[in-house]
């Protein structure tokens, strides 16, 4: 962009209000320098500048590793196009995030090609990292009103979206709507199946075709958010730990629900139980889809009461990257009322003081610091709770 407009610059030259430049036979030979010398200083002038004004949009680039953007950061870099993203190089097209979140690859070959990743881990073009947000759902979003707020301003360069759900559902959103297009080839998911977790990582392979794509947050058509987009982004794209839940739970829903089948490779004390819903960076993401040592094993043995969505990242994550997970969640669930689901929230449980208390649940640590700042999405809600929420959001959920 500088150099175009530094281009430009020559015909514009003039002594004494002429075009001395663009025609050298008007201009007068005492006041101006012979062609052959001007040309080197011009060029010497636009290259000067091209770089100062990389300095000034570059203040804190790092050679390699994730920008910390401040909040107001967030909304200015949205706002700008990746160096990926101009011209039509070869680079170009590989780093281009799908138009559409369709394709006709099979599981396997899905699988296949996002299990790849590149082992120079510096980028050669300015990169943004994005964070996936991939809803598991059965079909409708009714919340989507919500969501479509919370996402509103940011820009797609921050962001990207994937929907798994019932195969055979079609989904009616205009071209406007973040969710248009943005529904992956899906496969039958039941809860407490193994297929459930098949459909997780089938989001997960999904989005890292997406290349931009470097934090991956699982939620379901009852999440809703607990703060503005730019404290979400910034939240989860400066922690140095992906947010899975893991604890030993010696009872009859934990460590009874382990197979002996899954020795050597998961022994009963590394066993560990967790919530389905999770956030993982890049690395664990390719980690997870292209699993061929821990997950065949708990596809075969881990059926009910063994659960693979509760049990397969805690213990699978605790043993190969314990130090890389922060044992907690960042969706917040109410399991008070007991039983195999969670509360359910309706219009009449959603006001001020119920979502004050949600977002303020708990102090956790974040990057080894205590934080009061802990969940970042909260579950699960009915369709009557929409209209609540989106006169709550502005004043109490910041968007």
Partial sequence: MQMQGGGAAPAAVSVNGKDSFGNPARAAPSRSLP??????????????????????????????????????????????TPCAEKGDGALERWTRPPASAWHNMTDE?????????????????????????????????????????????????????????????????????????????????????????DAERRLLANALLDSGNERFVLVSETCVPLHGFPAVYRYLTQSRHSFVGSFYDPGPHGRGRYRAGLAPEVSPEQWRKGAQWFELERSLAVFVVGDDRYYPKFRELCRPPCYVDEHYLPTVLSIEAAGRIANRSVTWVDWSRGGAHPATFGEADVG?????????QQTCLYNGQPSEVCFLFARKFAPSALQPLLALAPTLLGY
């Avoid at 570059?58 to 967030?74: F, H, N, Q």
């Avoid at 070959?109 to 598991?136: C, D, G, N, T």
Wanted: charged share 15%.
């Fill in 352 to 360: 001020e003081a119920f979502l004050t208390k949600v977002a303020a």
């Fill in 35 to 80: 062609l052959k010398l001007l040309k080197p200083f011009l060029l010497i002038a636009v290259l000067a500048t091209g770089v100062l004004a990389a300095g000034l949009l570059l203040p804190g680039a790092s050679s390699y590793g994730l920008p910390r953007l401040t909040v107001p950061d967030v909304l200015a870099a949205s706002r700008q």
């Fill in 109 to 197: 070959e899905l699988l296949w090609v996002a299990s790849m990743q590149p082992r120079v881990r510096r980028y050669p073009y300015r990169r943004l990292p994005k964070v996936a947000f991939m809803f598991l759902t059965r079909g409708p979003l009714p919340l989507a009103p919500l969501w479509e707020r919370f996402f509103n301003g940011s820009g797609p360069v921050l962001f990207s979206v994937y929907v798994h759900s019932t195969p055979g559902y079609r989904p009616d959103f205009p071209p406007t709507s973040v969710f248009y297009r943005r529904q992956v080839p899906s496969q039958v998911a039941r809860w407490g199946e193994t297929n459930m977790f």
